[in-house]
């Protein structure tokens, strides 16, 4: 199985990025796929998540409202689309998945069996 995450960049306060995470090695449209993010001398932090239905779709209260995670199971694709950016949103964005996952679960980084690189973004002016 491999993640393959990309579309990080530099970008100005209150721009958009849209982040992709492509899968390989396993059928997307059965795992429960997550974005963390982690900054330098921090945990990985839960970003959001999506089980395979599309339905549920967690986030993070500091993400909430600006950030929207949707998948296209056929092109074996997650996406994490990210307004209104701040500084705050700087750091290395990895997505994970695993395929026996509860809803529970899916905040925890330990939960997930399955992680591609980072991909970093970067929100400054």
């Known amino acids: 199985v491999q993640l393959q995450a990309s579309g990080g960049g530099l970008v100005q306060p209150g721009g958009s990025l849209r982040l992709s995470c492509a899968a390989s090695?396993?059928?997307?449209?059965?795992?429960?796929v997550a974005w963390f993010r982690q900054t330098p001398g921090k945990e990985r932090a839960f970003v959001a998540a999506i089980n395979w239905s599309r339905s549920s779709t967690p986030y993070a209260d500091s993400v909430k409202g600006r950030f929207t995670i949707s998948r296209d199971n056929t092109k074996s694709t997650v996406y994490l689309q990210m307004d209104s950016l701040g500084p705050e949103d700087t750091a290395l964005y990895y997505c994970?998945?695993?395929?026996?996952?509860?809803?529970?679960?899916?905040?925890?980084?330990?939960?997930?069996?399955?992680w591609g690189q980072g991909t970093l973004v970067t929100v400054s002016s």
């Open positions: 994970a998945a695993d395929s026996s996952i509860i809803l529970s679960e899916f905040r925890s980084q330990a939960a997930y069996s399955y």
């Open positions: 090695g396993v059928t997307v449209g059965r795992v429960a």
